[in-house]
């Protein structure tokens, strides 16, 4: 796994779109699955949408389906989150994460990932 470092958050309204960037730290994220996930306060962290490491197929939580893609750029060695049609629910402190598969990020298994970095935070007004 690579060490990743989140960007991008800030402050949205409702409807509105925003765009995470996640970067790789001291390495490349090609031999990589790469994920973003979410923690709302006082909620454990969730799967929010994956990126596959060749085939680049990409998982989505059902509550971003739609809403969100996810995207990778191997040759910078960074994955983007493109978030559109914001809820308010999408409010959480948002994170990347690399793993040998798929898999693990779905089930975000901390013990196939890497270290979480610092996150990002997204805050949506109603």
């Known amino acids: 796994q690579v060490q990743m470092i989140e960007s991008g958050g800030g402050l949205a309204q409702a409807g509105g779109s925003l765009r995470l960037s996640c970067a790789a730290s001291?390495?490349?994220?090609?031999?990589?699955?790469v994920g973003w996930f979410r923690q709302r306060p006082g909620k454990e962290r969730e799967f929010v949408a994956a990126?596959?490491?060749?085939?680049?197929?990409?998982t989505y939580a059902d509550s971003v389906k739609g809403r969100f893609t996810i995207s990778r750029d191997n040759d910078k060695s960074t994955v983007y989150l493109q978030m559109n049609d914001l809820k308010h629910e999408d409010t959480a402190a948002y994170y990347c994460?690399?793993?040998?598969?798929?898999?693990?990020?779905?089930?975000?298994?901390?013990?196939?990932?890497?270290?979480w970095g610092q996150g990002t935070q997204v805050t949506v007004s109603s």
């Open positions: 994460n690399s793993g040998a598969a798929t898999y693990y990020l779905q089930n975000v298994d901390a013990e196939h990932l890497a270290s």
């Open positions: 001291g390495g490349t994220i090609s031999p990589y699955a």
């Open positions: 990126i596959s490491r060749s085939t680049g197929i990409t």
